[in-house]
């Protein structure tokens, strides 16, 4: 039997695992104490905490929902929930999406946006819809008035870089765009949202996204806190793990693309390169607050206002009652973009809705990547000349991808398909 080694124990790590373990024989290394990468959460005196973000389920590929809910009993052990998300501007919530939502604005900052937006409806033909970076894309799209107002202060924040440096490539069926006409529309005949992937989500009854950690890891072999620091290839032999630790047929790597030229040895020129040429990718962290807060039934709270620090709130406490055991209140997780000090994090905390009390911090270095204009071309090449030794490349930061968990689940699916 073939043995594998699988880097990592995220989402991406433990649905390869499952993939391939009928037929090889799989560990999965992770350098972490605990399994589960980012969505893996802990229990905070008896409330929930998501570490990352907040992880809701949903997919819009079939096929991963039925490998997903192969695993798991959908109504006994799943919520199934519609997003309530909204938006905190002049003191007031409007709802999410912003642009079916114009109407919730005070008259003064509606009627600029209505005149801009009918303008671009004139001119519609005339328009181009070829946008070669992420700011010209959602003025093109939104208008400059809705880009000052929330588009353009949201964005800037989450990504912490110029917009207008953001390619487009990552937004490939991330965001599905409303045609203006549907805009006025939505706005006119107040529709609600619906095509965005998580405008309604599965959630688990108990333990948040834990919850699917401990359950795809069942029967795997995983090996915490071992951290592959080097990959060696021996000829008619394998690859060799950690100086001959391991000896493997095949590595599914889904650690952080820009470490793997300082781990994998192999003694290849055009290899090295093009190790070398994805070192300088930008990827931006968050830190978390779990906090307990007054009730009310929103999901997310975005915070685009530069009045606020965080960016958003995620109402954990909203998605499951279990969520709350440890409080007679509700919790929830403040997020805030980049490194920030604690101190000042509880002081952002007083001028946030709700009343927060901070119960546990954490800082994820990795969150959200960046791609520049070079990186599917870089990672595609770095594939090709690592798959005849047997590395094979999986998950967000491993190719460099804005996957959700479902995004990672079918990147499983095709890397077994095609290699396996
Ligand atoms: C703020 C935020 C909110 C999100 N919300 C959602 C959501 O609601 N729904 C959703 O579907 N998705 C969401 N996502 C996306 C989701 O978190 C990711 O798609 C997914 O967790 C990525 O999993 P992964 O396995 O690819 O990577 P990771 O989870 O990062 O796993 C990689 C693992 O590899 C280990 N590792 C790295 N290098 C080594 C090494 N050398 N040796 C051993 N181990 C190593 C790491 O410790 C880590 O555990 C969100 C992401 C963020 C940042």
Avoid at 312 to 319: E, K, M
Avoid at 357 to 385: G, V
Wanted: glycine fraction near 6%; charge should be negative.
């Amino acid at each position: 039997m073939k043995k594998i080694v699988v880097i990592g124990s995220g989402i991406s790590g433990l649905s390869i695992s499952r993939m391939l373990s009928d037929e090889y024989d799989v560990e999965i290394v992770e350098k972490d104490p605990k399994f589960g990468g980012l969505i893996k959460c802990e229990r905070i005196e008896g409330n929930l905490f998501h570490r990352v973000g907040g992880h809701v389920f949903n997919s819009r590929n079939n096929v991963v929902l039925d490998w997903f809910w192969s695993h798991f009993d959908k109504d006994k052990e799943f919520l199934s929930a519609t997003r309530n998300a909204k938006i905190r501007l002049n003191g007031e919530f409007v709802g999410y999406p912003i642009e079916n939502y114009l109407y919730q604005l005070p008259e003064q900052q509606l009627k600029p946006i209505v005149n801009e937006l009918m303008d671009k409806l004139s001119e519609e033909k005339l328009q181009t819809t070829d946008y070669s970076n992420f700011k010209d894309f959602l003025i093109g799209n939104f208008g400059e008035e809705l880009y000052k107002l929330y588009f353009g202060p949201y964005n800037t924040k989450i990504w912490n870089a110029d917009l207008a440096e953001v390619p487009l490539e990552w937004l490939d069926g991330k965001l599905p765009m409303p045609k203006l006409r549907e805009v006025l529309l939505s706005n006119i005949l107040k529709n609600e949202e619906s095509t965005m992937v998580h405008s309604t989500f599965f959630y688990p009854r108990r333990d948040g996204s834990q919850f699917i950690v401990n359950r795809l890891s069942e029967g795997l072999s995983i090996n915490c806190s071992y951290q592959v620091q080097s990959i060696d290839f021996i000829e008619n032999k394998g690859l060799s793990i950690n100086n001959n630790d391991k000896i493997v047929n095949a590595i599914v790597y889904c650690g952080d693309v820009r470490q793997l030229s300082e781990i994998v040895h192999i003694k290849d020129d055009a290899l090295q390169l093009a190790m070398k040429n994805v070192t300088d990718l930008v990827s931006n962290g968050t830190s978390n607050v779990l906090c307990e807060t007054d009730d009310n039934d929103i999901s997310w709270l975005y915070l685009p206002e530069e009045i606020f620090k965080a960016h958003r709130i995620i109402y954990t406490g909203n998605f499951s009652e279990t969520n709350n055991e440890g409080s007679n209140r509700k919790t929830c997780v403040v997020e805030f973009s980049g490194k920030q000090d604690q101190q000042e994090m509880i002081k952002e905390l007083g001028n946030l809705p709700g009343n927060l009390k901070p119960l546990a911090f954490n800082y994820e270095p990795n969150s959200y990547i960046i791609q520049n204009h070079n990186t599917r071309k870089n990672i595609a090449l770095l594939k090709s000349l690592l798959k005849p030794y047997g590395v094979f490349l999986l998950g967000r930061f491993a190719e460099w991808e804005y996957y959700n968990m479902d995004k990672c689940i079918e990147a499983a699916m095709e890397l077994k398909e095609e290699n396996f």
